[in-house]
């Protein structure tokens, strides 16, 4: 059974910065498509970012976009989310997700397995 374990998350001030992580159990050979999603309170869960297996090819969206940064770490399947000048309307909970495609996706559909996410609070 996969798992993927979040952490990073906390409470930060409007302008802040943060860096969640995302490393799943057990030992993996293969890399997969990542992506990072949240889900704020009332709302439905949106798409954040997503990274190709290479790590060569990255989505945002258009709310994150040049704030936010994904990135994977030398170990496999492990990602980041670094977090720049965090706005209160970045308050969610953030989710890490592993694609069973091999094309970067938005869509939340395509990720089959997800984490138990980690809240992001931020403060004016």
């Known amino acids: 059974q996969v798992q993927l374990v979040e952490s990073g998350g906390g409470l930060v001030q409007a302008g802040g910065s943060l860096r969640l992580s995302c490393a799943p159990s057990?030992?993996?050979?293969?890399?997969?498509?990542m992506g990072w999603f949240r889900q704020a309170p009332g709302k439905e869960r949106e798409f954040v970012a997503a990274?190709?297996?290479?790590?060569?090819?990255?989505y945002y969206s258009d709310s994150v976009k040049g704030r936010f940064t994904i990135s994977r770490g030398n170990a496999m399947n492990i990602i980041y989310l670094q977090m720049n000048s965090l706005k209160p309307e970045d308050t969610a909970v953030y989710y890490c997700?592993?694609?069973?495609?091999?094309?970067?996706?938005?869509?939340?559909?395509?990720?089959?397995?997800w984490g138990q996410g980690t809240q992001v609070i931020v403060s004016t």
């Open positions: 990274i190709s297996r290479s790590g060569e090819t990255t």
């Open positions: 057990g030992r993996t050979f293969i890399r997969y498509v």
């Open positions: 997700a592993r694609s069973g495609l091999s094309t970067v996706s938005k869509a939340d559909d395509a990720y089959n397995y």
